[in-house]
């Protein structure tokens, strides 16, 4: 079984953001723990959303600065 790391992390928001079914999401966590690639940039991911939900409790935050730092881990991701 080929393991795609860039197919990995494109299933990080929807984790991170519920979207996923409990038997997608047990796949995608057995991915990331046969991963430490992919498990590092869903770390990340995670501690960037708890930062932004921190911020944006505080204050809004544009949303074409949330797509800009997302693009940039992707570009993180790809390297
Ligand atoms: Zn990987």
């Avoid at 393991?3 to 928001?13: A, G, I, N």
């Avoid at 796949?27 to 690639?37: M, P, R």
């Avoid at 590092?40 to 501690?47: C, M, N, R, T």
Wanted: overall charge negative.
């Amino acid at each position: 079984m080929g393991h795609d790391c860039s197919k990995v992390l494109s299933k990080v928001f929807l984790s991170l953001d519920g979207e996923m079914s409990a038997e997608e999401e047990k796949v995608f966590l057995q991915e990331l723990k046969d991963c430490s690639c992919c498990l590092d940039h869903f770390e990340i991911e995670k501690e960037f959303k708890s930062f932004l939900q921190h911020k944006v409790e505080k204050r809004h935050v544009k949303e074409d600065t949330v797509a800009a730092i997302k693009t940039k881990i992707k570009s993180l991701a790809m390297a």
